[in-house]
């Protein structure tokens, strides 16, 4: 009689792994302890999410340091320990200035690395009709304690995610995550190269020159070049950071294009970078919001605001976005990036039309579909009836 071969195919075997788990399972889960740990800091994974989430940190500005009548470094240090951070991400401040209760975000410039040491840098520069950062220039002195929640921010390098090589595109004040970035990768903490374009009206609204040409100088993964606007001047790069330019110092291979800094460069980039034909998933940018939309005479709407149940009625003008308004009326929403894209402050347009800018609208189709927003980055149309989330 001839013998039967029996082979066990991957779907058996599957199974039988299953089975052998639920078993394991049970005989674990039987022999637990009954009582529940009543302490959850216990876990140590609870202390690390803790520690890199903390729902809002106490910060006491420790020393300012002033690079021109417009912009200034504030060091921060605290009794806890700091949340720790990837180069690239920023931390959201809130504030209560009068009535209004506003939160505004501001990339770290410090490296990872400093916070581990208890510190975190952010700069402030004014901008035009700047309500925030007037606030801050004004009235943040050594010594202040003001509140910040954890460390945010999707652009930082991810090697699974993005080339080895970074072009990063810098307008004014938006060099500070690149900073961070540069800091970083100096002190071995992240492992790719940095092509730094920084782009300025004149060399003399150039932030931290001296420590990136050091950078520069020293680091061969480090490069940075700066172009000037307004200004024709030897050793320096005339006009605007656009695709020519990016071709002219990127990188052999592969690269990652990351942008940061005001609107005007967001929209002047919109038609010079298709013609780099790169992929989608190689460009990243980080847009600062001035809440404002410049180009038409204000219309006053109302919003008749439901907040936990509570109806209030406010004014709100079509120039500002419905986050402003809220602000300005007192009414906390929670709000993080202010450009669309972390949904913090997602609510549900019940009535009414809001105009969103192109290239802004960051929301999920599910809630396009089911009229939510991001009062961020949408302008009244119309009186409007939101609920807050
Ligand atoms: S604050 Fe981030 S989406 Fe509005």
Known sequence: MSKKKFSVNGNLKDSLNTVKFLTERK???????????????DFGVNRVAKSIHPKEQKLVIS?????????????????????YFKAGQYLT???????????????????????????????????NDGFVSDYILHNWTVGNEVTAYAPEGNMT????????????VAGGSGITPFLSLARAIDQGDEDCTLTLLYGCRTSDEILFKSELDSLSANNSKINVVYVLSHSDEEGYEKGF??????KKYAPEGNYSIFVCGPGGLYKYLESELPKLQKEKKYIRFEVFSSGKKSDEEPTEYSITVINRGVESVIKASSSETVLCAFERAGIEVPARCHTGECGFCRSK???????????EDRRRIADMQFNFIHPCCCYPESDLVVRIN
Do not use: W
Not at 349 to 359: R, T, W
């Open 63 to 83: 020393r300012i340091e002033e690079h021109s009548d417009i912009a200034k470094s504030y060091f921060f240090k605290s009794e806890t320990a700091l949340a």
């Open 93 to 127: 401040f809130r504030f209560e200035i009068g009535n209004a209760v506003v939160t505004r975000s501001y990339s770290i410039a410090s490296s990872p690395a400093s916070a581990l040491n208890g510190e975190y840098q952010i700069t402030v520069k004014r901008i």
């Open 157 to 168: 390098y991810c090697p699974l995610r993005d080339a080895e090589n970074i072009v990063a």
């Open 27 to 41: 005989h674990f889960i039987n022999s637990a302890a009954a009582a529940l740990p009543t302490r959850t800091d």
């Open 241 to 246: 950071v656009g695709a020519d330019i990016i």
């Open 349 to 359: 347009l019940v009535s009414g039309k809001v105009y969103i800018p192109e290239g």
